[in-house]
């Protein structure tokens, strides 16, 4: 039998604003998670916290393009190399 228990987080909200957040988790994953945020210090609130945001960060990628930024794409031709130009033109830029 699998022991269940409950966490708290608090969540920062755009607008500075904690909000809390009430999860269900395995004991030891919370163990687990704990030491983790320990080992880094920084606080499991924030661990959560920063994760949730590099979810939804990675969801906003997927979306597609606005008509505007379709109808503005391939408008320029690049030569194949222009990779190696540019990066000849910063090594001489940076010399």
Known sequence: MR????????????????SK???????SIIEQAKIYAESRKISL???????????TQESLKDRPNSPLVESLSGIIELPENYKDDYAGYLAKKYK
């Open 3 to 18: 022991n269940t228990y409950y966490i708290i987080i608090f969540v920062r909200i755009k607008i500075n604003m904690d």
């Open 21 to 27: 957040l009430t999860l269900k988790l395995d004991k």
């Open 45 to 55: 609130s924030k661990l959560i916290e920063s994760y949730l945001q590099m979810l």
